[in-house]
């Protein structure tokens, strides 16, 4: 059974070679979320894409450098091709008012997005929401709850008239619905899958219990990509580079915009406005992950400094300085005996 909403989640220090940085600051401080390591090589899974926002499928080690906080590593034990080759999606969809505007294209978002059937089993795909009013899915839920839309079964009848009979609510717990999505995650677990969070959002939060931070701690626990499509930008921006804000924003747009941009790079996953694929909506952002997947490497590396601590993480192109790295962007070291 799921953990009740509001429980906060246990950040574990967890034996492993890749973390993230803040979404909520730039900075490093003691309170951004981290992962944790002991171990003296470390790894990671990242894609690239090109110019044109394409990932690239024919990478070597030559057209890449990583660098672990100040030391430029080119020396690396390990550089392959992923093994993963199935997703388990979590669709999270924000129903508040504050995207009242754009909430039944978003429930044609998501319903597009579920009958995507390319790569994705029926029971791979579960869509979750919050800010939302109904009373017809099991029990009544308003718009504080974080509440299950469908683990399975998602593609039936049914399931699009539940979902075309919300209604959008008044209040936001975005924060609390990502802690509720990961923790949802970690009860459906399936070997040889990468968790994927699809956050349809405008990026703001109202009344959440916990912080930007704690949320993106709880993805990142769950070594989940976090993809954001930002339901509150009208700009035709590019889906994965953080273009500068328009000045017709409203603070609180440009404020929920950025968490998502820094949420979504935060953990590897993208960034899509508004306008990135009108046509094709939720279903473009699926192919997006579907192609990201497919193109990603990892690579392994000594430690490059056994200094306690957070090590900022970055690739950076050798060769073709059009190209953009996506991955986990630091790790916490600690070392053995500790």
């Known amino acids: 059974m799921l953990k009740h909403w509001h429980t906060a989640l246990a950040l574990l220090a967890l034996s492993v070679s890749t973390c993230a940085s803040a979404a909520d600051d730039t900075s490093r401080s003691s309170d951004l979320p981290t992962y944790h390591s002991n171990v003296s090589q470390v790894g990671v899974t990242f894609f690239a894409t090109d110019e044109s ?12 450098a990583v660098v672990d906080n100040e030391h430029v590593v080119r020396n690396f034990r390990t550089f392959t091709r992923s093994d993963e080759t199935s997703l388990d999606v979590v669709a999270l969809v924000d129903l508040s008012e504050s995207v009242a505007p754009r909430f039944r294209a978003a429930m044609s978002d998501v319903l597009q997005l579920v009958a995507h059937k390319q790569s994705i089993p029926d029971d791979s795909i579960a869509v979750l929401s919050f800010g939302g009013t109904f009373g017809t899915l099991g029990g009544p839920f308003d718009s504080i709850h974080p509440a ?17 009979a919300v209604q959008s609510g008044s209040t936001t717990p975005l924060f ?32 959440s219990l916990h912080s930007a931070r704690q949320a993106l701690q709880a993805v990142l626990d769950q070594g989940a990509l976090l993809y954001c499509f930002d339901t509150g930008t009208s700009e035709n921006q590019s889906p994965n ?21 820094r949420a979504s790079d935060a953990t590897g996953g993208r960034y899509f406005s508004l306008r990135f694929s009108p046509a094709n909506g939720a279903a473009a952002v699926l192919n997006a992950v579907l192609e990201d997947l497919r193109a990603s490497y990892v690579v392994t590396y000594d430690l490059p400094s056994h200094q306690a601590g957070f090590h900022s993480l970055r690739l950076l192109p050798t060769h073709n300085l059009n190209l953009t790295f996506h991955s986990r962007n630091g790790y916490d070291y600690e070392p053995s005996g500790r």
């Not at 394409?54 to 080690?61: E, F, G, M, N």
């Not at 459906?188 to 699809?198: D, F, N, W, Y």
Request: hydrophobic share 35%; net charge positive.
């Open 53 to 64: 926002n394409h990932p690239l499928k024919s990478l070597t080690k030559s057209d890449f």
């Open 148 to 164: 299950i839309l469908c683990s399975a079964g998602c593609r039936t009848a049914d399931f699009a008239s539940r979902l075309l």
């Open 176 to 207: 609390d619905a990502l802690i509720f999505g990961a923790d949802f995650i970690s009860h459906r677990r399936r070997i040889g899958a990468r968790p994927v969070i699809i956050l349809f959002s405008d990026g703001n939060d109202t009344i």
């Open 241 to 261: 580079r953080s273009s500068s804000l328009s000045s017709s924003q409203s603070p609180n747009q440009t404020t929920g915009s950025m968490f998502l941009r």
